[in-house]
């Protein structure tokens, strides 16, 4: 029975409430994990539902699929009834190009927006829902402040959070430009997410007072490649990494990084793949121009002598291809190998990204090779918020001769993401002394954030004397001790047989394992045993485990919390070092009168504890 046209059946008084639900079956379809996402946007939102959280971190690994947890976690902000979901991100046209591209293909409702879409003045924002895109620019915030005004209950996800954001003029009582701005956008009412790989400078920084005991987890999927792999703590290595004894600045060992990044290629695509493939090989130079083209020049006339078959050059750079693939490819034949190369070496191409323009012209040949053998040639350019698909061989050509800043390398682990497929045929050169400089970064790393996951209270960021932890102008001197400090774990139900085996006369290395099988791993993590093992040059010796002591008739000062046993300056101290002077790590059990303890780590040596002693219960 027709009923006739009736408006009233084409009203929605309430916008869609299932697009979370809608964009983990987007990504299920397309056979991606979502468990990981889930437990991430999970956190996140009872953190502001239920925890009352305004200003917190979501922190996993570089190249770990953080953009589409976003997209995920938008689409549950929107579905929760949050309106205004302004996104931050570095100052590249580029990047926020690839990422606006991404969450307007996901199917989100409202579609997201450059900022500049809703400057007109017939844009009207009150009643409508909106996700704002905007890069990290004094003038683009200052166009969108101007346009929105103050949005009450704004949510602003800030990508790379710990670029830019944190308030470089910390300690001089005043704001770094960008900081000013984004604390203007979240007002009283709004809520900042900040997303990063690497978070110490946003602790550190105090940044918008994010509060480190809220912040979540963004766990990695089955398939990601990151620092258990590349820089394992013991064991060998499932890829090729070649250490070069030098500063690696000799022409030579850039010319043979190419040789075999072009061997490894051609057996993946004779022998491998079932389809032909585009590789790319990344060389990370300093951020000199000059050192770029110096590079180029390397790569450069050597793919020439190889296409021309010049008299010089061309008998010898085939030979050394050739015994390349005898020695590593055994399988394989060596003649067939080097004719596919010689065939193809014309298919190249060789890329310099020096500059924001170079990224802009080419950033998409690098990030997805269209050459059978693409050479890209960057510094600083490539080494954060890049995903280089078909990344095949990473070559660093240059040494650090001063400290390296650990936020900064980390972000620079271009070869992280999802490498499985072909990992065995990956290959890492790179300097021998930056590698282990490199490795200590991300084993400082995992330290510091094993606190964290555990849930019970403030970081500790480690450094060295060739390790800086993030930029001095970054730190809150006010609130951050700059001291040797601890480390602790999870609280545990204290048990009296704690003592008996702390008592005993066995090597420290079998006592730690006693211990841990009591404690189990949440109180005693596994890693800080190995990288104790690794770090103990002198074996047991290098090692005390002192008596536990009892806190429940402790003086009630400022900074102690006997219940969660946290005291702000720490529980170990000179007396206690004092009486095993040979040691470098030093492990304590502390308790609250037989009820619940906590072990503690200290370690007396080269390393540096930093602590940001605002955040202690």
């Known amino acids: 029975m027709d009923t006739g046209f009736d408006i009233n059946r084409f009203k929605n008084g309430t916008p869609s409430t299932d697009q979370y639900e809608r964009q983990l079956k987007r990504l299920t379809d397309a056979n991606k994990e979502v468990v990981c996402i889930e437990a991430a946007v999970r956190e996140a939102i009872r953190n502001i539902s ?18 589409e947890m976003m997209i995920c976690l938008t689409a549950k902000l929107l579905d929760t009834g949050y309106n205004f979901i302004l996104h931050l991100l570095n100052d590249s046209v580029d990047l926020l190009g690839q990422n606006l591209g991404r969450f307007k293909s996901s199917g989100l409702a409202p579609a997201a927006r450059n900022f500049s879409e809703i400057l007109d003045p017939a844009v009207k924002l009150k009643g409508q829902r909106h996700v704002i895109f905007c890069k990290k620019n004094g003038s683009d ?6 346009k929105i005004g103050k949005v009450q209950n704004i949510v602003v996800i800030d990508d790379e959070a710990d670029y830019a954001s944190p308030n470089a003029k910390v300690n001089s009582g005043d704001k770094s430009p960008i900081n000013d701005l984004i604390e203007n956008i979240i007002g009283e009412t709004g809520i900042y997410i900040g997303v990063t790989a690497t978070p110490a400078r946003l602790d550190l920084n105090n940044t918008f007072d994010n509060d480190s005991n809220r912040w979540v987890n963004f766990p990695p999927h089955s398939k990601y490649t990151g620092q258990d792999v590349f820089f394992p703590l013991d064991g060998p290595v499932n890829f090729h990494r070649t250490l070069l004894s030098g500063g690696g600045s000799d022409p030579k060992y850039a010319r043979q990084a190419l040789f075999s990044f072009m061997v490894n290629a051609a057996y993946l695509n004779l022998y491998v793949n079932s389809a032909e493939k585009n590789y790319s090989m990344l060389v990370h130079t300093s951020g000199k121009k000059a050192d770029h083209k110096s590079d180029w020049n390397t790569v450069h006339d050597t793919l020439v002598s190889l296409v021309t ?9 085939t030979r050394f291809i050739w015994d390349l693939c005898k020695k590593r490819y055994a399988d394989a034949d060596a003649d067939r190998i080097t004719r596919y190369i010689l065939e193809n070496i014309a298919r190249h191409a060789i890329i310099i990204l020096n500059s924001e323009r170079d990224w802009k012209d080419n950033s998409s040949a690098a990030t997805n090779p269209t050459s ?35 936020d900064t390398y980390i972000q620079r682990a271009r070869m992280f993401g999802s490498r499985g497929d072909y990992l065995r045929f990956f290959e890492l050169t790179i300097p021998q002394s930056l590698y282990l400089d490199w490795h200590r970064c991300f084993v400082f790393h995992r330290l510091a954030l094993a606190a964290i996951r555990e849930g019970h209270g403030s970081l500790v960021w480690l ?5 800086q932890t993030v930029a001095n102008s970054s730190i809150d001197r006010s609130t951050v001790d700059l001291n040797r400090g601890e480390m602790s774990f999870s609280l545990f139900d204290y048990r009296p047989e704690l003592e008996a085996v702390i008592a005993e006369k066995d090597a420290a290395f079998d006592k730690m394992e006693k211990l841990a099988t009591i404690l189990g791993d949440a109180a005693f993590p596994e890693y800080l045993r190995r990288y104790i093992r ?4 002198s074996g047991s010796v290098s090692i005390a485990i002192h008596p536990s002591a009892d806190i429940s008739n402790y003086k009630e000062t400022d900074g102690l919390d006997k219940s969660n046993i ?39 040596g080269t390393i540096q504890f930093i602590k940001n002693m605002s955040h202690d219960s």
């Not at 078959?309 to 750079?317: G, M």
């Not at 890209?376 to 800043?405: A, C, E, P, W, Y």
């Not at 690794?534 to 040059?537: D, G, H, I, L, V």
Request: glycine share 10%.
């Open 463 to 467: 450094g060295d004397q060739r390790i």
């Open 534 to 537: 690794r770090a103990s040059p």
């Open 372 to 406: 059978l053998f693409t050479i890209i040639i960057g510094g600083n350019i490539v080494s954060r918020g890049v995903t280089l698909d078909n990344l095949l061989s990473m070559f660093f050509t240059r040494d650090v001769q001063h400290k390296i800043q650990q």
């Open 566 to 604: 946290v005291r702000k300056k720490g529980f170990m101290g000179k007396s206690q070092i004092d009486r095993n002077p040979n040691a470098s790590h030093h492990l304590m059990v502390i308790h609250n009168g037989g009820a619940k303890a906590r072990l503690f780590y200290k370690f007396i």
């Open 309 to 317: 078959q010049d008299v010089a050059n061309f008998e010898k750079y």
């Open 141 to 146: 915030l200052r166009k969108l402040i101007e």
């Open 50 to 67: 239920e925890m009352d959280g305004r200003s917190f971190v979501i922190y996993g690994e570089p190249q770990s699929g953080k953009t």
